[in-house]
C-alpha cells in the first residue's frame, strides 16, 4: 500500500497551477513598469566624433517622439520628431544638420562639437495621447594640442623671478610638470598656480636650467610639451637683473649731471 501523499505529487496540481498563474502576472506587471531610459554612447565624446543618445525600455502603443535641446519642451528648441503610425520624420528650427533620429526614439549626433555640450529633452507621445519626458546628457571635449611652454623671461640672470606656462588655457584639463624627467622637487622657490598651468621659479640659479616640460590632460586626451631649457645668465656681481638695471640708469643719469659741471669750468 502507497503512501497517501504519493498519490498528490502525480500531475500538476491545482496549488501548482495557481502559482503559474500568479507568476505571469507578476511578470507583465514588471514589464509594464519598466521605466524608459537613455543612454549615451559613449559617455564621454571626443570633438569630431560620433554620438548615438540609445533609447531603452519603451513600451505600449506609441504615436511618435521628439527631440529638444535643453531642459525644456519648447518650439524653438525641437530638433527632430518621429511618427511612428506613417514612419516619417521631421526637422525642427534647432536642428544642425548633423542629427538624426530613429524610429525607436534615438538620436544620432554626428561630428560633434564643444557646443553640442549640454541636456537634451525626449518627448514621448501615446496613442491615448499621455506624454513622458526623459533627460539626456552630452558631454564633448576637444583633443588638446601640443603644449608650448613659454617664458616670462627669456634670457633671466640669477636671482630673477622666472614665470613658465603650460600652453593656452583650456576648461577642465589638468597640468602636470617635470624637470630633467623627474617631478617637480619640494622647494619653496617653486610655486604652482591653482590650476597648475603656470610654473614660479624664485631666485633662479645656474641650477634651474631644465630642461622643463608640461604635460596637459583633459578626460578625452593627452598632451606632453616638447621639453624647454631656460637660460640663466650667470651674474658674478651677486646682483639681479633688475638691480644692475637700476644701477646703470643711474650711471647715465650721473653722467648726465656731471658734463655740465665739467664743460662749465672748461669754457671759462
Not at 69 to 85: P, T, Y
Not at 217 to 236: A, E
Request: with cysteine; hydrophobic share 40%.
Amino acid at each position: 500500500m502507497k503512501p497517501p501523499l504519493a498519490h498528490a505529487h502525480r500531475g500538476c496540481s491545482p496549488w501548482n497551477g495557481l502559482l503559474l498563474a500568479v507568476a505571469l502576472v507578476t511578470f507583465w506587471k514588471l514589464l509594464s513598469t519598466v521605466k524608459p531610459t537613455i543612454e549615451s554612447v559613449p559617455v564621454i565624446a571626443a570633438e569630431g566624433t560620433d554620438v548615438l543618445l540609445l533609447v531603452h525600455s519603451v513600451t505600449g502603443d506609441l504615436l511618435g517622439y521628439s527631440w529638444y535641446r535643453g531642459e525644456r519642451v519648447e518650439n524653438n528648441q525641437l530638433i527632430a520628431s518621429h511618427r511612428i503610425d506613417v514612419s516619417t520624420s521631421t526637422t525642427g528650427l534647432a536642428h544642425s544638420g548633423r542629427e538624426t533620429i530613429y524610429p525607436n526614439g534615438s538620436l544620432l549626433f554626428q561630428n560633434v562639437t564643444q557646443h553640442d555640450t549640454g541636456y537634451y529633452t525626449l518627448f514621448i507621445i501615446k496613442n491615448d495621447l499621455q506624454t513622458e519626458r526623459l533627460a539626456a546628457q552630452l558631454r564633448v571635449y576637444p583633443v588638446l594640442p601640443t603644449p608650448v611652454i613659454t617664458s616670462n623671461n627669456s634670457n633671466p640672470v640669477e636671482q630673477d623671478t622666472v614665470v613658465l606656462t603650460c600652453g593656452t588655457e583650456t576648461q577642465n584639463t589638468s597640468h602636470t610638470w617635470w624637470v630633467n624627467k623627474q617631478s617637480l622637487p619640494n622647494s619653496t622657490r617653486l610655486e604652482l598656480s591653482e590650476d597648475n598651468r603656470t610654473l614660479t621659479l624664485f631666485h633662479v640659479t645656474r641650477n634651474d636650467t631644465g630642461p622643463y616640460m608640461c604635460e596637459a590632460r583633459n578626460p578625452v586626451s593627452v598632451s606632453r610639451s616638447d621639453p624647454f631649457t631656460l637660460n640663466v645668465i650667470f651674474d658674478s656681481t651677486g646682483l639681479s637683473g633688475g638691480a644692475i638695471a637700476c644701477i646703470v640708469i643711474g650711471v647715465l643719469a650721473g653722467v648726465a649731471l656731471i658734463e655740465p659741471l665739467v664743460y662749465f669750468p672748461y669754457m671759462r
